[in-house]
């Protein structure tokens, strides 16, 4: 299991880049395809968890100008959510793709046991756990989803939750693909 010191060291830096991202600093702007993003954190989840259904869907050519990292941390903590948060016979779905004269869209789902209306409601809370009690050692910070939300903004993006008990969770993001300033 992962020591303390590992779990405030994570912690720490959770909460400095939420500080980072409150101050309005700008992220970096470099072209980045969303669908490699996407097939590496199905990738990475099925690594970590062979024994788990983790797909991904991508169409080709959906490029964002954004901070390839953070951008990375977002899928990464929406299907670490996932991985935690469904039973082992839940699938994950990690898609990506463009809306018609819209935004890039990239998209966590499950078909886990979903949440409740009050649990979706404080969901990008910071510091929000939805089973406070689980232990902190299998669970995160209760920061995952505050940061994934703060990281969609700072890229001019939102990021939505759609969720109810027995139907699952599918998580949204939508940012401005490259080139459309329009949004």
Known sequence: TE???ERVARLVDDMLLLARLDQGRPVERRPVD????AIDAAGDARAVAPERAVRAQTEEGVVVEGDEHRLRQVLANLVRNALVH???SATIRVSVR?????????????D???MTAEQAAHAFDRFYRA???RARDRG????GLAIVEAIALAHG???TLATAPGAGTRVRIELPVAGDLSH
């Open 157 to 159: 993006g939102r990021a």
């Open 140 to 143: 995160g910070s209760g920061l």
């Open 3 to 5: 020591s303390e010191a």
């Open 86 to 88: 469904t039973p082992p």
């Open 98 to 110: 463009r809306e018609p004269d819209g935004p890039a869209v990239a998209e966590v789902a499950d």
């Open 131 to 133: 089973d406070p009690g």
């Open 34 to 37: 969303l669908g490699v993003l």
């Open 112 to 114: 886990g046991p979903g």
